[in-house]
């Protein structure tokens, strides 16, 4: 058991840190800067000043895409979990299979609320 | 004969599962963080999944542009988006002197890691004063748990009242729902940003008393800095989710 336990504290010192120096982590940061500033572009500028894109399907889709790519660059870089074992990895993410499936069942309830709420009619209770 | 097998077994099964090691060579504490996390990623994405279907099902919503429009003690009105991106700012950067702070663990540098667990709680409690300005910007303007500005009010002083929250139709019911929602998901993130700043208070106090220098090594400060980034991460979905869509 105590020889178990060395194993993790010898191996923990060494390929811990593998991959992030100062340069990385300042790099991770620019690009999470640079990705809130697109998405400040887009908001502010080609939305809200210039009237080029409409709010609507195609700013949301990629709103989220860059919203998914800063969680990528947090999750594997800042929370290092690129650099863990791949069982780990796999571990972690793979349950989010189920976050998936909620969000289209939740799609497809609320498109029928939205639907159904207009079609029936309420009627004075008298 | 039979240590013989035995020892033909042993060869046969030395991958990472099969015992005698650590087959994520991770430290349990830091495993069962990442567990928690986890399942808290779960609770926020039933939150927002929440908001999301909301969104989806009323026939108008309130407008982000025209809700989040002021900066307080600069401008009332017409600066869209501008404070929450302060927000962001304050807390992407708190995110990056954690990381630094975790470096400087691995380092095993007392002076830095003291360092940098001061600016990333300056950043936490700069982070929940800006919440807490924008919070009492909206509860002055009528908007708090379970009310909205139009509360109480009847027939065509509840369009008014609403107005200036909808570009599209105008539906009370919509905008209590925004109100509910609005309240409770930044709410419950703001809750974690302040266990996580009392955390990294903790970490701080540890450091300074040598703790970690005599148990010769920082892998609390990982730990803590794990929870810390998953605030981070909460609030770019909360932000794209709430102010951007």
């Not at chain 1, 105590?2 to 620019?30: C, L, P, Q, T």
């Not at chain 2, 302060?86 to 830095?112: C, P, Q, W």
Request: contains cysteine; proline residues 2%.
């Amino acid at each position: 058991m105590s020889h178990h336990h060395e194993n993790i504290a010898a191996h923990d010192h060494h390929d811990d840190h593998a991959g992030m120096d100062k340069k990385g982590i300042w790099r991770v940061f620019f690009i999470l800067l640079a990705l809130t500033a697109l998405e400040f572009l887009i908001a502010l500028g080609f939305v809200h000043h210039w009237g080029i894109l409409q709010k609507g399907m195609l700013v949301n889709i990629i709103y989220i895409v860059l919203t998914l790519v800063k969680a990528f660059y947090i999750v594997a870089y800042f929370m290092h979990l690129k650099f863990e074992k791949s069982g780990f990895i796999v571990c972690c993410s793979v349950v989010f299979i189920f976050i998936l499936y909620f969000i289209v069942l939740m799609l497809i309830e609320g498109d029928f609320l939205h639907g159904a709420m207009q079609a029936h009619p309420i009627f004075p209770n008298k | 004969m039979s240590t013989t097998t035995v020892s033909q077994l042993d060869k046969v099964k030395d991958g990472p599962w099969n015992g005698g090691k650590s087959p994520w060579n991770l430290e349990y504490g830091k495993i069962m963080m990442w567990f928690f996390l986890v399942s808290d990623a779960f609770t926020f994405s039933a939150f927002l999944i929440y908001y999301g279907t909301q969104k989806f099902a009323q026939p108008t919503w309130i407008d982000a542009d025209k809700i989040f429009q002021s900066i307080p003690g600069i401008a009332e009105s017409g600066q869209p988006l501008v404070f929450v991106g302060i927000m962001t700012f304050i807390l992407i950067m708190s995110s990056v002197t954690m990381v630094l702070a975790v470096d400087a663990g691995h380092r095993n540098r007392k002076d830095e890691v003291v360092k940098w667990m001061l600016w990333t709680i300056l950043g936490g409690l700069m982070f929940l004063g800006c919440q807490a300005i924008e919070w009492s910007h909206l509860h002055h303007q009528g908007f708090w748990f379970g009310r909205n500005p139009a509360t109480g009010l009847e027939g065509n002083a509840i369009v008014d009242a609403l107005a200036p929250y909808f570009t599209k139709d105008i539906s009370y019911t919509a905008a209590l729902q925004f109100s509910n929602l609005f309240f409770t998901i930044t709410g419950f993130h703001g809750f974690h940003v302040s266990i996580g700043v009392l955390l990294n208070i903790i970490i701080l106090s540890m450091t300074l008393n040598n703790t970690f220098e005599r148990r010769g090594t920082y892998l609390m400060v990982e730990k803590v800095g794990l929870y810390w980034h998953f605030v981070d991460l909460v609030w770019v979905f909360v932000f794209t989710f709430f102010y951007l869509i």
